[in-house]
Every structure is written in C-alpha cells, then in structure tokens.
C-alpha cells in the first residue's frame, strides 16, 4: 500500500508524523493508499512555495505561460487512460465515464491555451487631448482551490488551467477520498515546465481547507463541494478579505411535458440519474411527469433500469459502478430506508442487488409519487436515486422547480418551442437543458448554479474564471507634448 505525498515546490514533499485516512479502492473495498491530512504548517509550506512562484510566473510573458499550457495538454491527454483508471479505482464510475472526464478537463486547458485573447485589456484612445486609458488584467497572485470527490479530474481542471495561465500559482486541496489523480496532474505540470512552486497539492480535511481560508498568503478561493460546505468557505474566505467562489450542491430537476417523446425523455432520465452512480452534481435526481404522461413514463424508465449492468467500473461490461465510499452508500441507503417509511412508492428497489463484489454497491432505484418534505426529495441525495413527481400541470411543474432552494441545473422535454422558451426565461437555475438532461456548459461557457448551488459571483471556467482569475488594473497616460503645456490648474481633472 503508498503512503501519497504532498506536492509543494515542483516535488512530492513527505512530512512526518501526521494523520492520514485511508482510500479505498471502491469496487472492492479494500484499502490502496494512505492519504496524509495537512496541519497549518504544512498548508504554510504550500502557499510559501507559491507565493515564492507567482511574481517571477505572474511576469512571464503570455507566450510562454501559454507554452507551458499547450505542453500540459500534450501530456493530459496521452495520459488519459492513466488517469482514468485512476478514476475508476478510487471513485469507482467506469472507465468511459472516466474518460468522459478527463475529456471535459483537458477542453478547460484547450482554452486556456488561447489566454492571449482573453487577457486583451480595453483600450480608449485620446480620451483628453493627448491622453489615453486601457486596462490591465493582472493575476490576483496565489489562488486555493478546494474540491470534491465526485470528479477527481475535471473539477480541479476547472480551475488551475485558466489560474495559472492568467499568471497566478496556485494550491489545490483535492478530496481526500480520490487524491491520486490530482498528485498525477501535478507531475504532468512540472513535466510541461512549469516552474517550481507555481502549482502544489495539499491533501487534508477541515483543518488544511481552514488554514487555506484564512492565511493570508492566499488571494482567492474556489469551492466546489455541499452546499454547506460551500457556505461556511464562502463567509470564512470572504470575512479573510479573499474573492471567493464557492459551488454548493444540487437537487437537478428534468420537467417531462405531456407533447414530449416519452422515449428520448426516459433514455435521458436513466442516463443522467444513474450514470457515476448518481454522484454529479448535474445528475437529474426528480423527474416532474406533467399531466397524464406519469405511468407510461414511469414504465419506459423501469424498463430501461432492467438492462442496467451493475459492476466494477474497470469492466467493460459495467455501465453503472459502486458508491465512492461505505460511508456514503450508508447515508444514501438511509435515505432510501426514510423514502419508504414516509410514503414514497418505490418501484425499482436497488437495496435487493446482489452485489458484485464486496464495494459499495447499490443498486438504481426509482421512486414514484414523490412529494416535497420527504427527506428523498429535500435532500441531496448523491446516489442512483430517482425521484418522479407527478403535477396536472406546467406551471405547477415550474413552481416545484423554482422552489428548490438550490439552482444548479434544470432540463425540459418538449417539442412545444414556446414551452421551452417560457422554462428557459423563468426557471431559477444557472444551467438549462432543453431535451438536454446534463447541459454542463463547454470551457468557452461559463459553468455554476443560481441560489444555495452557488456563493459568489463569477463561475467558473470560460470568461468568468478569466474574470475571477485576474484584477482589473486602469492606467491613464500622458506622453507630454512640450508645444501644449497647460501649467497649474487645480481644477478636477475633466476630459474638456
Ligand atoms: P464535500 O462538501 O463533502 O467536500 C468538498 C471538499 O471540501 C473536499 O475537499 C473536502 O475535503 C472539503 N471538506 C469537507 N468537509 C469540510 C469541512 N467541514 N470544512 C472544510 N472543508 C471540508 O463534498 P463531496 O462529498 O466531496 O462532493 C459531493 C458534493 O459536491 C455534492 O454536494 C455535489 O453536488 C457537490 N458538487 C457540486 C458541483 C457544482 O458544480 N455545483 C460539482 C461537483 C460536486
């Protein structure tokens, strides 16, 4: 079994004597690694060594920020098997899931790749007589990023790609559930030529991401995780003077009009409810069956469900892999339990699985005549759980969705297009689908929820990560014309 290392300076960096947990490998169970969890003084040798980096990268020229950037590509990419497996081992979706993955991380270096554009600061000529004005995007310095286990890969890579080439370093706290593939990425890093304490990995729990939100060595924070996480580092950061953007949790709704095809629309509620086993934090988890469509909708699903093969995510013949953790498949089988005893009707009971092998597996499971105050419905639920909600009605459909404290994601299927017009003005949610049930934005979009599935302002990745990666610098210049010297005036300056 390794004992993993943190990453400060451009190496793995072994400190003595700390905690650890354990990660598991999750379709088994069995425990491949120990992970170290950070004191504050080990988070102090992180951002010592990234601050230590960011003025000398912060300088670099774009060229060869953006150098680095296409060389790390290079690298992800014939990586990418590598670090799916790594993915499939300790998250335990399968391997195309994985690769999935990794694609959709590797597009956020794609972009980053073209930061020249994007760091054109405005320029207005002549704004008085022979005076000018531009703006400067300048890098915020050392930027922390926090994230969860659910994509060990991509959301990292939503992050640290636009960071540095927008010329900050940068120091990630993965989930210490999945570490492995962030500790791969920063080697990929280094092997690309970034310099040495530019990019860092701290592993740990509550004690490390707290030490990050409060030192002050760190400049700004990226959440992504719960929704009461994201909260407590939103006003912990924030009260730190650090800009912060912290991504919370879901409750992803898909709205299934009487008009729609009932098949395109069950194929897509079992792809986005039971792929990664339910863990995305775009995964539909309640299916709002408008009018009378609701039985026949429910038994395309079931149908569907019957030919899911539940599995360890390194066979090929898996389309559905465990839960990440005991722990985890603990709260959503608990979660399942209170569904029954308060009423739902389960149709599909996932508990009944034989399970393949001895990880955290649990079958999908689908629940029909849902309401809201039943713990399935209000919480997040995080597993191959789908909820069916029935409603007479659109708009009583859209008042369910809106009244959702949480805004990540929202879909509709329909082929009425002033149905679909009417969800996409009024619903509360930051990521629309129409007859799209997982619309997460592509790198030149911005991704990020509305409400309790978002504090802060700016999302992350596309423009927004350009915006929360840089501080807006305005210069306004004179190169002095001695014909046209205008002497003392301690008059406001005008552009008369
Ligand atoms: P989590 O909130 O438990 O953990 C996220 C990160 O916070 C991890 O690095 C963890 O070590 C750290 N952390 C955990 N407890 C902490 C504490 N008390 N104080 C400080 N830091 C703490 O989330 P998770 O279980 O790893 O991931 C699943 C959650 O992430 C789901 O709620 C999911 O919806 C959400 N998620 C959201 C998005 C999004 O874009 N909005 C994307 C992916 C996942």
Redesign the pocket.
């Given at each position: 079994m390794t004992t993993l290392a943190h990453w400060i300076g451009g190496a793995p960096a072994d400190v003595a004597s700390e905690r650890h947990t354990e990660v598991t490998e999750s379709a088994t169970g069995a425990v491949v690694a120990r992970v170290p969890m950070a004191t504050p003084e080990v988070v102090d040798r992180a951002v010592a060594a990234a601050r230590g980096a960011a003025e000398e990268w912060g300088q670099a020229s774009i060229a060869a920020r953006t150098k680095v950037m296409f060389a790390f590509r290079e690298l992800v990419h014939a990586s990418r098997e590598e670090l799916a497996a790594l993915i499939v081992r300790e998250h335990g979706k399968v391997f195309d899931d994985a690769m999935g993955e990794v694609q959709r991380g590797l597009e956020v270096a794609e972009f980053a790749c073209g930061i020249g554009e994007l760091l054109k600061g405005g320029m207005s000529a002549q704004i008085s007589r022979g005076v000018d004005s531009y703006s400067l995007p300048q890098p915020v310095g050392v930027a922390a990023g926090?994230?969860?286990?659910?994509?060990p890969v991509m959301?990292p890579m939503w992050m640290f790609p636009v960071a540095l080439a927008c010329g900050n370093a940068f120091v990630l706290?993965?989930?210490?559930?999945d570490p492995s593939a962030s500790l791969k990425l920063a080697e990929l890093l280094a092997e690309a030529g970034l310099p040495d304490g530019a990019f860092n990995v701290v592993h740990?729990?509550?004690e490390a991401?707290?030490a990050l939100l409060t030192h002050e060595g760190i400049d700004s924070v990226s959440?992504?995780?719960?929704?009461?996480?994201?909260r407590?580092?939103y006003e912990t950061a924030t009260a730190h003077g650090k800009r912060v953007q912290a991504?919370?949790?879901?409750k992803n709704h898909a709205v299934v009009l009487p008009d729609a095809d009932l098949d395109v629309a069950a194929d897509a509620l079992v792809s986005a409810g039971y792929g990664s086993a339910g863990?995305?934090?775009?995964a539909v988890s309640v299916a709002v069956a408008v009018g009378d469509i609701a039985d026949a909708l429910v038994a395309k699903v079931r149908e569907r469900m019957a030919a899911l093969t539940v599995g360890d995510g390194a066979d090929a013949g898996s389309d559905m892999g465990p839960l990440v953790s005991a722990r985890?498949l603990d709260k959503v089988r608990g979660l399942v339990d209170a569904g029954v005893g308060q009423g739902a009707e389960l149709v599909v009971d996932g508990r009944t699985l034989d399970p393949p092998g001895d990880g955290h597996f649990l079958g999908p499971c689908l629940f029909d005549r849902v309401e809201p105050g039943m713990s399935i419905y209000d919480e997040?639920v995080?597993g191959p759980v789908l909820c069916v909600v029935r409603r007479a009605t659109y708009p009583e459909a859209l008042a369910l969705v809106n009244a959702d404290p949480r805004g990540?994601g929202a879909a509709v299927f329909t082929n009425d297009g002033g149905a679909a017009r009417l969800f996409e003005q009024r619903v509360t949610a930051g990521m629309v689908g129409i007859n799209v049930p997982i619309p997460v934005p592509m790198a030149y979009h911005s991704?990020?929820?509305w409400k309790a599935?978002?504090f802060g302002d700016l999302h992350?990745h596309g423009r927004h990560g350009v915006r929360f990666y840089t501080r807006d610098k305005v210069v306004t210049r004179r190169w002095i014309d001695p014909a046209e010297r205008r002497g003392v005036d301690l008059g406001f300056p005008t552009s008369d």
């Open positions: 926090i994230t969860p286990f659910n994509f959301v706290k993965p989930s210490e559930q740990g729990d509550r991401v707290d959440f992504v995780g719960s929704t009461p996480i994201a407590h580092i991504l919370g949790g879901a863990q995305r934090c775009m985890h997040e995080f990540n991704f990020g929820g599935s978002l992350v």
